[in-house]
């Protein structure tokens, strides 16, 4: 018998500290609106507490989640988080949630880094678990982000843009059709352009990398071509529907990486699709990477947004660069069959 993989339950969490474009404008001493709000869609942003980290913001995702989804954390049977945000370098933050969850032994647990493509490619490998292996029947996939904590809060160009959250889901096995098709794609040549490049081997943290406070901060290095985007996601998306045999046309939701409002309006126009149809969230939560998309669908669902057997088309793209997407037909089963 084939099994399939179903979305049984969705959570998202965000920090309670709210910054403002008004706040941040303050500080940097020009007003950033007309670019942040206009041109990339994000109001507001939520930021970490001091005290509050990754997995704060990752445990209170999987909770609503499995709450959703009708489960105990001892049902689930598979704990995966995407993030490059880690709660420590080692071990991995999936074993911080895991205990924090008091789930059972016989859970195991692992982090997926994909930069911001990290929550696609953690959904890819969790169905492909269920699918294949029927030892696997409830998994917990959750993206954190808490990239305030690597922010200059004086570079504009990323503090302006970067927040913090978190969003999960319980993939189930079921007897029906929920997880369609999913593709990965990667450019290393590009990966040099963004991230946080001190802390790890190749430079770890000196007195001399502190006081320079440059390479221990997340950085744009080099700008990544609009094609990247535009002409990337239109194309990766057209060959998991083209697998599927599904047309443009059929699909119901798009959720893309919430980074720029702009960009999502000209992929949705090269499409032929109506931007009614993309759900976005980056107005009053910014940009969390890894994070967005779980979150996005969770808001797609408490704002009644998503019927059942509703085709959704889920696409990421982020430093690395990486790149994923993958399509469901909408069957939240409470509970696995």
């Known amino acids: 018998m084939t099994r399939y993989a179903t979305i049984t339950g969705t959570g998202s969490y965000v920090p309670e500290k709210v910054v403002t474009n008004a706040e941040l404008s303050a500080a940097l001493g020009e007003d950033i609106d007309p670019f942040v709000s206009g041109t990339l869609g994000i109001r507001e942003r939520r930021f970490c507490a001091p005290e509050e980290?990754?997995?704060?913001?990752?445990?209170?995702?999987?909770?609503?989640?499995?709450?959703?989804a009708g489960v105990a954390p001892s049902e689930i049977d598979l704990l995966i988080v995407s993030t490059d945000t880690p709660e420590y370098i080692t071990p991995a933050t999936a074993s911080a949630v895991h205990g924090r969850l008091k789930m059972e032994g016989s859970t195991?647990?692992?982090?997926?880094n994909a930069g911001c493509a990290g929550f696609v490619t953690a959904l890819d490998t969790a169905w492909k678990y269920i699918a294949s292996d029927d030892r696997y029947d409830r998994i917990l996939v959750v993206g954190a982000y808490a990239m305030s904590k690597f922010l200059d809060r004086a570079d504009k160009k990323t503090s302006t843009i970067f927040a913090d959250g978190a969003g999960a889901v319980v993939l189930g096995h079921s007897l029906h059709r929920g997880i369609l098709a999913s593709e990965l794609y990667a450019d290393g040549s590009l990966s040099s352009g963004m991230g946080v490049f001190a802390g790890g081997t190749a430079e770890p943290i000196t007195e001399a990398v502190l006081a320079s406070g440059y390479r221990?901060?997340?950085?744009?290095?080099?700008?990544?071509?609009?094609?990247?985007?535009?002409?990337?996601?239109?194309?990766?998306?057209?060959?998991?529907?083209?697998r599927i045999g599904r047309?443009?046309?059929?699909?119901?939701?798009?959720?893309?990486t919430q980074v720029n409002l702009s960009t999502i309006r000209i992929v949705m126009a090269s499409l032929g699709e109506p931007f009614e149809k993309a759900h976005t969230v980056m107005g009053k939560w910014g940009y969390t990477g890894s994070a967005c998309l779980p979150m996005a669908m969770d808001d797609a669902v408490k704002s009644g947004r998503l019927n059942r057997g509703d085709l959704v088309m889920l696409t990421a793209s982020g430093a690395g660069l990486a790149m994923g997407c993958l399509a469901l037909e909408w069957n939240p089963e409470r509970r696995a069959a």
């Open 247 to 256: 047309r443009v046309e059929d699909v119901d939701m798009w959720l893309w």
């Open 108 to 112: 195991g647990a692992f982090d997926i």
């Open 53 to 68: 980290s990754t997995a704060d913001l990752a445990e209170q995702a999987a909770r609503r989640a499995m709450e959703s």
């Open 216 to 242: 221990n901060h997340l950085r744009f290095v080099q700008k990544y071509p609009a094609s990247v985007n535009e002409e990337g996601w239109p194309r990766i998306a057209r060959a998991v529907l083209g």
